[in-house]
């Protein structure tokens, strides 16, 4: 696997193409030629409507599905020639991902929630100070033995921020990581999204409210699989 020179692009999406086929059906283009990068430590909104796309792309990024045709590099590694294995590797090591619904495991506290992707790294031995250290780091140091449901929606969410660190991720990928949350809860996580840009933390967050894209740095907009230019034509 070759890396990039550190002075280009970490992420590089060139000519992006997927296209499903159903059964007896004709074929459906959901992305068409996406074409974006993104610097190391940079904060990017992914705007768009249900139903365009977004996921997909989403799914790509975070290496859990292919492209048709085109090219994503993530720090230099050309993604779409990888085995499933190496991919595997790369999510764990490389991608760490928030969700709208907080995918916690509810027999485990906050502490092995959080351990759970370093069992499966080369970090293993630290496990459980490291995970510690993230849990601290979201203001949970105090809840370390809560289990999911003895949590409120915005603890559960900065337990899954934790675990989406614990890594310590190139790139984080953020799904509407406030929709389930009300306006008070979902201001204090998007300042700790705030935060993390601020420590160097390079995050995509995809979101359909303009609030929430005006936190990032920049906002990319997809319309109709297709990235929209910055005039909106």
Do not use: W
């Amino acid at each position: 696997m070759m890396k990039i020179d550190s002075d280009q692009a970490m992420v590089e999406v060139r000519d992006l193409v997927k296209t499903y086929r159903k059964a007896g059906e004709s074929e459906v283009r959901v992305l068409r030629g996406i074409s974006f990068s993104l610097q190391r430590g940079e904060y990017v909104a992914l705007m768009a409507p249900s139903g365009t796309g977004k996921t997909t792309l989403i799914n790509i990024l975070g290496c859990l599905d292919r492209p048709t045709s085109g090219t994503y590099r993530l720090e230099g590694i050309r993604i779409e020639d990888l085995g499933d294995d190496e991919l595997s590797r790369i999510r764990n090591r490389k991608i760490g991902f928030v969700f709208q619904t907080f995918h916690l495991l509810p027999r485990l506290t906050a502490l092995e929630n959080v351990e759970l992707p370093l069992l499966y790294s080369p970090e293993a031995a630290n496990s459980k100070e490291r995970a510690r250290e993230c849990l601290r780091a979201v203001g949970l140091g105090d809840r370390l033995d809560y289990r999911p449901h003895e949590l409120s929606g915005g603890q559960q969410q900065r337990v899954a921020i934790a675990r989406a660190i614990v890594n310590d991720p190139s790139l984080i990928l953020a799904d509407e990581p406030t929709g389930n949350l009300d306006a008070h809860t979902a201001e204090e996580i998007l300042a700790l999204f705030s935060q993390l840009h601020r420590q160097g933390r390079t995050i995509v967050m995809v979101t359909h409210d303009q609030a929430v894209a005006s936190r990032a740095a920049r906002t990319i907009r997809l319309r109709e699989g297709q990235i929209v230019p910055e005039d909106g034509s």
